[in-house]
């Protein structure tokens, strides 16, 4: 156990405890957050709260900043996907970064609402734990993708055209992981990848961040594919992607975001085909119809992420973007137990129990 500062709580590696959960059952990792922000329409001064009254920019939908600024809406959603039957809680640090920040002037706050989004989580988390001991919960701190790219050029005339560095990109992937341990994080999920080069950069500055502080916590890495052609945006398949980055000490590896329960099945049995690590897999509920909203409704998506569960594709499973904790319940709700077999670790097909 290390501390990363001497107000910290230690970091401690619980990789061996999630593998052992991992080979007995499917663990459930938690969902959406915007869906159930967007119904509350907050105002602009709910965002801004008493700590950024005279805060220069308008702070409308900086969701990461609702956690130093209306604390109880973040533990308010986390209480409900513990409830729905959640193993998994993410931290509301999404965007998170430097990056992300800086579009509301908020690139100074990056540590502190990193740390808060990891300490609300772990509070509530420790709470569950300790009414049901059987079934701990874990945190993990949410690592999304930045406004940055390293793949691709933002000069549409000059395709080798970069504004941003690697190195730069790893110092901000760097003070977000920082946050996030010194907040009490179990897991460090790096997900929604869709530039498989700012992925690498992320990873790099997890394991820049455990060699300085000498301690680590287990890491999930999660691709996205744009479209139904089952690339990221920077190009990779899935499988090129489980290549780029499975060099890299990892709990799993997975796939979320973009497309419904449906349409993410051939790229994850893709993926669970290669893999060798756990897999995880939390998909959309369907794609966005021509109101921007998400079709699948929780029987229906719960019922597919049951299969993904039963057919060995996934040792994780969640949901995204359009997903409330009735999602959960649906599926935790119809579970049913089957045969354990070889956990996927072993670079064979499993079929865990359902939690």
Same mark, same amino acid.
């Given at each position: 156990?290390?501390?990363?500062?001497?107000?910290?709580?230690?970091?401690?590696?619980?990789?061996?405890?999630?593998?052992? !959960?991992?080979?007995?059952?499917?663990?459930?990792?938690?969902?959406?957050?915007?869906?159930? !922000?967007?119904?509350?329409?907050?105002?602009?001064?709910?965002?801004?709260?008493?700590?950024?009254?005279?805060?220069?920019?308008?702070?409308?939908?900086?969701?990461?900043?609702?956690?130093?600024? *209306?604390?109880?809406?973040?533990?308010?959603?986390?209480?409900?996907?513990?409830?729905?039957?959640?193993?998994?809680? @993410?931290?509301?640090?999404?965007?998170?970064?430097?990056?992300?920040?800086?579009?509301?002037?908020?690139?100074?706050?990056?540590?502190?609402?990193?740390?808060?989004?990891?300490?609300?989580?772990?509070?509530?988390?420790?709470?569950?734990?300790?009414?049901?001991?059987?079934?701990?919960?874990?945190?993990?701190?949410?690592?999304?993708?930045?406004?940055?790219?390293? =793949?691709?050029?933002?000069?549409?005339?000059?395709?080798?055209?970069?504004?941003?560095?690697?190195?730069? !990109?790893?110092?901000?992937?760097?003070?977000?992981?920082?946050?996030?341990?010194?907040?009490?994080?179990?897991?460090?999920?790096?997900?929604?990848?869709?530039?498989?080069?700012?992925?690498?950069?992320?990873?790099?500055?997890?394991?820049?961040?455990?060699?300085?502080?000498?301690?680590?916590?287990?890491?999930?890495?999660?691709?996205?594919?744009?479209?139904?052609?089952? *690339?990221?945006?920077?190009?990779?398949?899935?499988?090129?992607?489980?290549?780029?980055?499975?060099? !890299?000490?990892?709990?799993?590896?997975?796939?979320?975001?973009?497309?419904?329960?449906?349409?993410?099945?051939?790229?994850?049995?893709?993926?669970?085909?290669?893999?060798?690590?756990?897999?995880?897999?939390?998909?959309?509920?369907?794609?966005?119809?021509?109101?921007?909203?998400?079709?699948?409704?929780?029987?229906?998506?719960?019922?597919?992420?049951?299969?993904?569960?039963? =057919?060995?594709?996934?040792?994780?499973?969640? =949901?995204?973007?359009?997903?409330?904790?009735? @999602?959960?319940?649906?599926?935790?709700?119809?579970?049913?137990?089957?045969?354990?077999?070889?956990?996927?670790?072993?670079? =064979?097909?499993?079929?865990?129990?359902?939690?």
């Amino acid at each position: 156990m290390t501390n990363s500062t001497s107000h910290a709580p230690p970091i401690v590696d619980r990789t061996a405890e999630i593998e052992r !959960i991992l080979k007995h059952r499917v663990m459930v990792l938690d969902g959406a957050w915007g869906v159930m !922000i967007q119904t509350l329409q907050l105002p602009e001064s709910e965002f801004r709260g008493e700590q950024f009254a005279d805060h220069e920019s308008d702070l409308r939908g900086c969701v990461d900043v609702l956690s130093l600024t *209306r604390p109880d809406l973040i533990r308010s959603i986390q209480r409900q996907y513990l409830d729905a039957g959640a193993d998994i809680l @993410t931290t509301n640090t999404f965007t998170a970064t430097r990056f992300g920040l800086s579009e509301f002037g908020l690139e100074n706050s990056v540590h502190d609402i990193n740390r808060e989004g990891a300490r609300l989580a772990r509070i509530i988390a420790d709470e569950y734990t300790q009414r049901n001991p059987e079934k701990p919960r874990f945190v993990a701190g949410s690592i999304g993708p930045t406004n940055k790219t390293l =793949s691709l050029s933002p000069a549409v005339d000059d395709p080798g055209y970069r504004d941003i560095s690697f190195d730069e !990109i790893v110092e901000a992937y760097s003070e977000a992981v920082r946050g996030l341990l010194d907040g009490g994080v179990d897991i460090l999920l790096v997900e929604t990848v869709f530039d498989t080069l700012n992925a690498k950069a992320a990873l790099y500055a997890i394991e820049k961040v455990f060699d300085d502080i000498g301690a680590r916590v287990p890491v999930m890495a999660s691709f996205t594919a744009v479209d139904m052609s089952g *690339r990221n945006l920077s190009g990779q398949t899935v499988e090129a992607f489980y290549a780029s980055v499975s060099h !890299i000490p990892l709990l799993s590896v997975g796939i979320n975001c973009s497309l419904g329960s449906e349409q993410i099945r051939p790229f994850l049995a893709e993926l669970a085909d290669v893999s060798s690590h756990f897999v995880s897999c939390h998909p959309n509920a369907g794609l966005p119809n021509e109101f921007g909203e998400y079709d699948e409704s929780p029987a229906y998506m719960a019922a597919n992420l049951l299969e993904f569960a039963e =057919s060995g594709l996934a040792n994780i499973v969640g =949901s995204c973007c359009g997903s409330t904790p009735r @999602t959960h319940s649906s599926y935790c709700g119809g579970r049913r137990r089957y045969h354990a077999s070889q956990p996927a670790l072993s670079n =064979s097909k499993h079929n865990p129990e359902w939690p």
